[in-house]
């Protein structure tokens, strides 16, 4: 079992839709969570970063930690043609010999139609 | 800044055929890492390093060699290349491998084929 799951879609919605992203994790000693944007051929770019639990907002963009149910999200406002990519989750333990190291989901492939 | 850059973009190689993937970071960053994606397998870490001098095995590090002379320069060496080694490759690094708000920088990434 992969230490951090996603679901690869891939998922298809209207101009303007809510779209939700979600990531599920086994080790309680993740504590920072990212949200990777990655457009076709392309590398990843970050695009939210949070630690712990709790929520972030940046624009059209919010990230949920629940750290009690090891469950990540990300919700897209207002959903454009232009969020049309990949989205990878990651995450990184808070202590231990692999500190630096990234733990990715799979990805979701969103399309946003007009 | 340039970032993170990476040479080549694509390259097609035979099996057996040896090749170093270049990658190179102008922000003096310490941490840097390889990752190879496959479709429905995400990103995989092949090899790390916490700074010059200093690399690790990541969790798909068989047939790669790296090594980190500079801060800037961090090379992944396919020694043997075989067909199961097709893939794209992404380079990434950080300022710091501790911080807690640290994250890594993604070049663009080498298309490689391994025929």
């Known amino acids: 079992q992969k230490e951090v799951e996603q679901d690869p879609g891939p998922l298809s919605v209207p101009e303007g839709a809510i779209v939700s992203l979600n990531c599920t994790y086994s080790?309680?000693?993740?504590?920072?969570f990212m949200w990777y944007r990655q457009y076709s051929r392309k590398g990843p770019e970050l695009l939210m970063y949070t630690y712990s639990s709790g929520n972030k907002e940046d624009g059209r963009f919010t990230a949920q930690v629940d750290k009690s149910s090891k469950y990540i999200s990300l919700f897209i406002r207002d959903s454009q043609p232009s969020d049309s990519a990949t989205y990878l989750c990651a995450m990184r333990k808070h202590r231990g010999s692999t500190l630096g190291r990234l733990y990715f989901g799979r990805g979701t492939q969103l399309t946003v139609w007009p | 800044n340039a970032g993170v850059t990476q040479t080549p973009k694509f390259q097609v190689l035979k099996t057996g055929q040896s090749m170093t993937l270049q990658c190179a970071q102008d922000m003096n960053h310490e941490y840097m890492s390889w990752y190879r994606q496959d479709p429905g397998m995400g990103l995989r870490l092949i090899h790390y390093s916490v700074g010059a001098g200093i690399t690790d095995q990541g969790e798909v590090p068989n047939g790669y060699n790296v090594s980190r002379s500079t801060t800037e320069d961090f090379p992944l060496r396919l020694l043997s290349a075989a067909p199961s080694q097709t893939s794209v490759y992404f380079c990434?690094?950080?300022?710091?491998?501790?911080?807690?708000?640290?994250?890594?920088?993604f070049g663009p990434g080498t298309r490689l084929t391994v025929l």
């Open positions: 990434a690094s950080s300022y710091s491998w501790q911080g807690s708000t640290d994250t890594q920088y």
């Open positions: 080790n309680s000693a993740f504590q920072y």
